[in-house]
């Protein structure tokens, strides 16, 4: 008995090699895996809408005419697709880039000073628990419709995940290379170029990416309340035209935006930011790391039932 | 040898621990000083901005706030509001919980995890608000409309964290089990979901910090009672003491859950496993 399923996964590698040519080992593609849930979903709106169940439904070729056409320009809101695109952008870095200096200042106290960490701490876990809608309704109420208050919600949203992983990151620095560095008297700025800032990076990097992915979300809520354009007030404007194709054409240029951002933005800087480490392994472990700051900005008391996390309060 | 050598340490180790120990309750005094600090000057600048920098009317102190709330209590809407919100919550995102524990189980199987990636990558970084949106348009005012969105928000989180135990799981335990001939489901019952469940919880906790927000949000939309709908009212007929005391309270209760109460279930439930009670 026992031999018997011994001998099965020896002899399990040729078979799979023979399957290559048949459908089976088609579907087990990776590629084919990850194409074929966008595919799924195509055939089940086309399916649900063949129905007909109702009337407000958007229909696929309807949202594909409405997507093509702002792509082409035409458009009946006020700004089309690229100016709101653009307008969005301009505010959402702006608000990154004030986060990211602020941020970063006030996490490299906490993470240096015991006083400043105590100070600021539970404010930091007050903001970044609080919803951006609050900050939008607020603000739009304060600054009106303008630049004014969807940047500052933009700030308000992204500021508190890169306070803590900068914080986070200042503590991890690796003490003992820094002992050692001085004991051979290596010089401050060599010091700071060749040690702190290599080691901060991988926290440097997820505080942007989450920075900006949360400040992104917390621009679109701002847009809607505290702005009369933008992508977040044109996926509105839609709605309060009662488009249901166009908000779904909208909602996938939002997905596509995500997507890119993602895919070519964050990966393409995280590979030329890592290139010096030296495996493709050290980089995945890098990711987990990252992921998991993920997961510990976004909760740092809570993280305790992760193995890897060490707390120390 | 041994024994006399730990009871001459003793006696120096307590002076050093005494030392030690003193040092460290200056360090906690020091540091509650500055805590307390933080809160007297953060909410001196709020209670001083009202009405120096901002309209009292725009930037309601704390102060007004804790005056405020006994009114929002005596509306009679106040537990109502809570009560409709918490279903909301919790239906939305008993949902999400289950397919997004279902997918985050799946993602044992290679071809699964490249088949759900890209859907989750969409649940992570699209925003909640074009989902609220997008359900409200397609089913209006019928629960989907605010299923959709809760779910839609909340199940990648669930299912990237509940992958993320997936990954870490005991190989050689379930390498053995295989070796031994424990039939699938046993595997899954006794070493698979036993090791995922303090991941699961943090996919809890995680999600209901995410969900409680969607779920506000789809409420100032679509719906004519809880508190996303008093946010709306409140901020509409510009009463920003009102809007803040509702949000405020409503922030203090959720984040009550999700510290402590969670916290408290986490623990209770993991008490016997001394690696993740303690970490």
């Known amino acids: ?313 | 040898m041994t024994a006399v050598q730990e009871r001459q340490e003793q006696p120096g180790k307590s002076a050093e621990e005494e030392r030690l120990e003193a040092e460290l309750r200056r360090e906690k005094q020091r540091k509650w000083f500055w805590r307390i600090l933080g809160y007297i000057v953060v909410l001196g600048v709020w209670e001083l901005s009202s009405g120096w920098v901002l309209e009292e009317n725009l930037l309601p102190g704390p102060i007004r706030i804790i005056q405020t709330f006994p009114e929002i209590v005596a509306t009679g809407r106040f537990f109502s509001s809570f009560g409709a919100t918490l279903t909301r919550i919790i239906v939305g995102f008993g949902i999400a919980l289950i397919l997004g524990s279902a997918i985050g189980l799946l993602t044992q199987i290679k071809w699964f995890e490249n088949f759900f990636r890209d859907f989750q990558t969409v649940g992570l970084t699209s925003p909640g608000l074009v989902w609220a949106l997008v359900g409200l348009i397609i089913w209006g005012f019928q629960p989907m409309g605010w299923i959709f969105p809760i779910v839609m928000v909340t199940f990648a989180l669930v299912s990237v964290n509940i992958a993320e135990g997936v990954r870490s799981l005991p190989k050689d335990l379930i390498d053995m089990a295989k070796a031994f001939g424990t039939p699938q489901h046993r595997r899954q019952r006794e070493i698979v979901i036993p090791h995922l469940a303090p991941f699961i919880f943090t996919a809890v906790r995680f999600g209901f910090s995410i969900g409680w927000k969607v779920t506000v949000l789809t409420e100032v939309f679509s719906s004519n009672e809880g508190i996303g709908f008093e946010m709306r009212v409140s901020s509409q007929l510009f009463q920003l003491d009102v809007f803040f005391t509702w949000v405020l309270s409503f922030f203090v209760f959720a984040l009550f859950l999700e510290k402590v109460v969670l916290q408290y279930f986490e623990r209770r439930f993991f008490h016997w496993r001394q690696e993740v009670s303690t970490a």
């Not at chain 1, 779904?248 to 993602?262: D, H, I, N, S």
């Open chain 1, 1 to 313: 008995m026992t031999a018997v399923t011994e001998q099965v996964p020896k002899q399990q590698p040729p078979v799979k090699k023979d399957d290559d040519t048949g459908l089976v080992a088609f579907i087990k593609k990776p590629i084919v895996a990850r194409l074929l849930f966008p595919t799924l979903f195509i055939a089940l709106w086309l399916f649900v809408d063949g129905l007909e169940i109702s009337k407000v439904f958007p229909a696929p070729d309807r949202v594909a005419q409405f997507m093509w056409d702002e792509l082409r320009l035409e458009t009946l809101a006020r700004t089309n697709l690229y100016e709101t695109l653009g307008l969005s952008l301009v505010r959402l870095f702006s608000g990154f880039a004030v986060s990211m200096v602020v941020g970063t200042a006030i996490g490299l106290g906490m993470g240096l000073s015991k006083s400043v960490d105590a100070f600021f701490h539970d404010w930091v876990m007050a903001i970044l628990a609080m919803p951006a809608l609050v900050w939008a309704l607020f603000l739009g109420l304060v600054f009106g419709f303008g630049h004014t208050g969807p940047v500052l919600a933009t700030i308000l949203a992204g500021i508190p995940f890169v306070i803590i992983n900068v914080r986070e990151g200042v503590r991890n620095t690796p003490r003992d290379l820094f002992d050692m560095a001085s004991a051979f008297g290596v010089p401050q700025n060599r010091m700071t170029r060749h040690l702190l800032i290599p080691s901060l990076m991988p926290f440097m990097f997820a505080a942007a990416r989450y920075g900006f992915s949360v400040g992104w979300k917390g621009l679109v809520l701002a847009e809607v309340f505290a702005s009369d354009r933008g992508m977040g007030w044109m996926i509105k404007f839609w709605y309060d035209a009662h488009r249901s194709f166009a908000v779904v054409g909208y909602a996938f240029f939002f997905v596509v935006f995500a997507f890119f951002l993602e895919k070519f933005v964050f990966d393409k800087i995280y590979e030329r930011t890592f290139r010096w480490r030296p495996s493709a392994g050290a980089i995945e472990l890098v990711e987990e790391e990252v992921e998991e700051h993920f997961i510990d900005a976004l909760d740092p008391e809570g993280a305790s039932t992760l193995p890897k996390q060490i707390r120390e309060d």
